[in-house]
């Protein structure tokens, strides 16, 4: 081989193995940051150490940054991939991935978390028994998922309106009647409404690119809730009267958020969501909690909808106040309803002072997904 | 010296040099933001990760971490030891805040335990932080500060 090939193709190679990390080094000094490369001698280079180095230069990268963002775009653009969290629907709906996958996979409850020692009956029923030595009672409430209540709107072969698909939470829901804890299955009156009352066209008890609830639907699972309570006789109803006023927000999804290719909310504008605020009669003002009340609040991110969030105070927990007709307490921890929002209340456990009954909410595959798993939580110090 | 150890040595030293003339810049983590934000400014040591960062995917969440206070500044803070809840700490501060967060920022690109931080801080989290929140000390009692802007003290 002539040597001005040699001289080219070594050049190459070498272009090729330098190029990314000298480029890397230059922008990063350009920065005014020291190089990333340097930590590889600073630090002794254990097994830990070295592969801290490698995720960080992984996730450091300019390159690796500048080329995701452009891959997931094309891949958007030719494919209609939208990553690996989210799922493309029909008739535009979008679908968490680990919402589906709670559904669709083959997962035994009692077999995965038990042995770990992360166990969601066990996780409730302690927490029951823990409020009932302090004479409070407990009420789980599981939401559905988007997907157990508008399965045809993932896929036209799960559209079989008889067949359940939300057996892991039914399953649970199950075991925890049969040990005596009060459960409310929010499933069997979603998909009632859903056949019988169709929503305006337009409208879903559910939003279509998001993971929650709509504006309307909190209302009607907030009436499930406390009519139930009243039935068992267990909160006292009040005497505040609140009224309802009806908004409309624009909310951008969530599982866009996720999605970082560039320009997407072009084809995913952010969805416009009827809801009723609470308003107290008396004052005019918008509802608020109070810490002092007989009824205390736990959940996720399907509470802090229409309530912290925009509107505000139209929320599940302004509209079971309203239907209870006295301020309720509250402590939201988003995706944290499985432990996150036990372990807050262990750190505020003053909150239960003077409380009559806990409702816990979290959606349903936090059963499986939730994070940190379901840990006991010593919620009381003693 | 062989030719391999004379490269080694070579990438050896071009890196000691970098790493020491990219430390003079801001050495203090002195900033306007910093001595103006928030109610409090300490320079504290970060003591502890307790676990990995949470993912952020679905969720924003503040994760509270374990300092220790080196120098108070402005303000006043309670106790040696401080919990500090920082927004989204897997990002570079300098990108962190969104919609969400309310302003939030400043220099520090990542994490680790042993290094020292100036942050411009306030109370109480509860108040100013309505999403998710991992608390690893949530046993401890005690004041939970929100990090409105965290730079690295070189050292």
Redesign the interface.
């Known amino acids: 081989m002539p040597r001005v090939y040699q001289i080219v193709f070594t050049g190459c190679f070498l272009t090729l193995i330098f190029a990314v990390p000298l480029t890397q080094?230059g922008i990063e000094?350009y920065e005014?940051?020291?190089?990333q490369?340097?930590e590889?001698?600073?630090h002794l280079p254990t097994e830990a150490n070295l592969r801290g180095f490698e995720s960080?230069v992984e996730d450091?990268s300019w390159f690796a940054q500048f080329l995701r963002l452009w891959m997931q775009y094309l891949r958007f653009e030719l494919l209609w991939d939208l990553g690996e969290?989210v799922l493309l629907g029909r008739d535009g709906w979008l679908f968490?991935r680990p919402d589906v996958q709670y559904l669709v996979e083959p997962y035994r409850l009692s077999e995965t978390h038990h042995a770990a020692g992360d166990d969601p009956f066990s996780a409730i029923t302690t927490f029951r028994d823990q409020l009932s030595r302090r004479g409070i009672r407990l009420m789980i409430v599981p939401i559905p998922g988007k997907a157990s209540i508008y399965p045809d709107k993932l896929t036209r072969r799960a559209a079989a309106p008889d067949r359940s698909i939300s057996s892991h939470t039914l399953e649970l829901i199950s075991r925890l009647k049969k040990a005596g804890v009060e459960v409310i299955d929010l499933f069997e009156p979603f998909r009632r409404l859903r056949e019988k009352q169709p929503m305006p066209s337009g409208q879903a008890y559910y939003l279509r690119q998001d993971?929650h609830w709509s504006g309307m639907t909190v209302s009607i699972a907030a009436g499930v809730v406390a009519q139930r309570i009243h039935n068992l006789g267990w909160v006292d109803r009040g005497s505040t009267q609140y009224d309802l006023k009806l908004v409309s927000v624009r909310r951008?999804s969530?599982?866009i958020r996720?999605v970082t290719v560039p320009g997407i909310e072009r084809h995913f504008p952010a969805e416009e969501v009827r809801c009723y605020q609470v308003v107290h009669r008396a004052s005019g003002k918008l509802y608020k909690d109070d810490p002092r009340s007989p009824v205390l609040v736990l959940g996720d991110?399907f509470l802090?909808i229409y309530q912290?969030d925009e509107p505000g105070s139209a929320g599940f927990i302004a509209h079971l106040a309203r239907m209870l007709k006295h301020p309720l307490a509250s402590i939201?921890?988003?995706?944290?309803a499985s432990t996150?929002v036990r372990?807050?209340l262990?750190?505020k456990v003053d909150v239960l002072r003077g409380k009559k009954l806990v409702i816990w909410e979290f959606v349903e595959r936090d059963i499986r997904f939730g994070?940190?798993g379901w840990k006991y939580?010593?919620v009381f110090a003693d | 010296m062989s030719e391999p150890n004379r490269a080694f040595a070579f990438v050896?030293v071009l890196?000691?040099v970098?790493?020491i003339s990219?430390?003079q810049?801001g050495e203090a983590g002195v900033d306007h933001e910093v001595t103006s934000l928030g109610s409090a400014e300490v320079t504290a040591r970060l003591l502890e990760i307790p676990g990995e960062f949470?993912p952020n995917?679905?969720?924003?969440?503040a994760y509270v971490l374990k300092y220790r206070v080196e120098k108070v500044h402005r303000g006043k803070v309670l106790g040696e030891k401080i919990l500090v809840a920082h927004y989204n700490p897997l990002k570079p501060r300098s990108s962190v805040q969104d919609?969400f967060s309310g302003l939030v920022g400043g220099n520090l690109?990542?994490f680790r335990t042993g290094d020292v931080h100036r942050m411009a801080l306030e109370m109480p989290l509860d108040l100013l932080w309505?999403?998710?929140?991992?608390?690893k000390y949530?046993?401890?009692?005690g004041i939970r500060y929100w990090a409105i802007w965290t730079n690295l003290v070189k050292k």
């Open positions: 080094v000094i005014g940051q020291r190089p490369v340097s590889l001698f600073l960080e450091s969290k968490y993971t951008r969530d599982i996720m991110s802090r912290t939201v921890n988003d995706g944290g996150l372990q807050e262990s750190r994070v940190q939580v010593p | 050896l890196n000691g970098l790493a990219c430390g810049a949470p995917d679905l969720y924003d969440y919609e690109k990542k309505m999403g998710g929140i991992f608390d949530f046993s401890q009692r």
